[in-house]
């Protein structure tokens, strides 16, 4: 069962995923209850567009296709914040939030920022990719080639890097050969790349850093990644490989150096202080006009307007 809703679930090609549906109603049609709840929950055509990969192709949150994420977070933070008690009184729960989650997670942003401490998945991915792409230019520079990885267009905004499949001995023709656009961004200032995206699969799958991303790094040797000051978030960024999860518009910009920006520290300040007063605002409308709720509310107010 397992393995056909596994197929179901990353199957690109909507018709190819109904007929699969079909299949998997007729083979498991002895299994009456598990069929209800999936033709309850899960196999209606609006709950379809909602976890099926085909449905889902334009739509990217890190590689994360499920809430299994979600889940995950809630079990750590009721877990080892909470300490397995789930009810506690609201004006708790802030300050569990304000004075141990927020921070944990902003010295984790910092070890990350910082390469520094035990990797997370993340960034081990990151690393492979760059591996890779380290190993593909050993490789062609050890059989003799000598030319270029990265290549200009017309448009400045936008630079190629050909596929890692690719001979790269056979003639750049456009019609033959296959090309990846990393489009560029320099509203910011001129001076500065700011890649936007990849037209590989990879990237628009994951929205992390690709292979064709890593070379144009490793290419670029006199230039480095940066994150842009609207990427970062409180919540484990880990700009030096490239990975956001903070903006709607992902980009990596690329300077002349590595230095942070000097609101570095005041954009962390001022997202911890926002985080406390969304906290803070969910609750709110919860409560009523008892002595105890005045109290809280102070506590609340408190907290928030804390520096």
């Given amino acids: 069962v397992r393995s ?13 995923a109904g007929d699969l549906i ?6 498991h049609e002895h299994r009456t209850r598990l069929l209800g709840y999936l033709g309850k929950s899960y196999f209606k055509q609006e709950d379809r567009e909602r976890w099926m990969f085909c449905f889902r192709q334009n739509i990217s949150c890190a590689a994360i296709d499920t809430n299994n994420f979600v889940e995950s977070w809630h079990n750590a ?6 300490k397995d008690r789930q009810k506690r009184r609201a004006d708790t729960v802030i300050y569990i939030m304000t004075k141990s989650v927020i921070p944990h997670y902003q010295h984790k942003w910092h070890y990350g920022r910082l390469q520094v401490g035990r990797m997370g998945a993340s960034q081990r991915n990151a690393a492979d990719t760059r591996r ?24 400045k905004t936008i630079i190629k890097v050909r596929s890692f499949k690719e001979d790269v001995f056979q003639d750049c023709d456009p019609e033959a050969t296959t090309f990846y656009e990393i489009h560029l961004d320099f509203s910011r200032d001129e001076r500065i790349w700011e890649i936007v995206s990849c037209q590989c699969k ?3 799958r994951t929205k992390t850093t690709c292979k064709h991303i890593a070379l144009v790094l490793l290419e670029k040797k006199q230039i480095k990644f940066l994150p842009r000051d609207d990427d970062r978030d409180i919540f484990g960024s880990e700009f030096d490989i490239g990975e956001t999860y903070g903006a709607d518009n992902k980009s990596w910009a690329i300077s002349e150096n590595n230095v942070a920006t000097e609101n570095y520290l005041s954009v962390a300040v001022m997202a911890t202080l926002e985080a406390r007063r969304e906290l803070r605002d969910s609750l709110l409308h919860r409560m009523g006009s008892s002595d105890l709720d005045k109290e809280m509310l102070e506590v609340l107010w408190r907290l928030t307007e804390e520096k």
């Fill in 4 to 16: 056909d809703l596994r197929q179901i679930l990353y199957i690109p090609d909507q018709t190819k």
């Fill in 22 to 27: 079909k299949a998997f109603l007729k083979d």
């Fill in 77 to 82: 933070l009721k877990t080892h914040s909470f």
């Fill in 132 to 155: 890779r792409a380290e190993d593909y230019l050993l490789t062609k520079r050890k059989i003799g080639y000598s030319g270029a990885f990265v290549f200009e267009s017309q448009d």
């Fill in 202 to 204: 990879a990237f628009q």
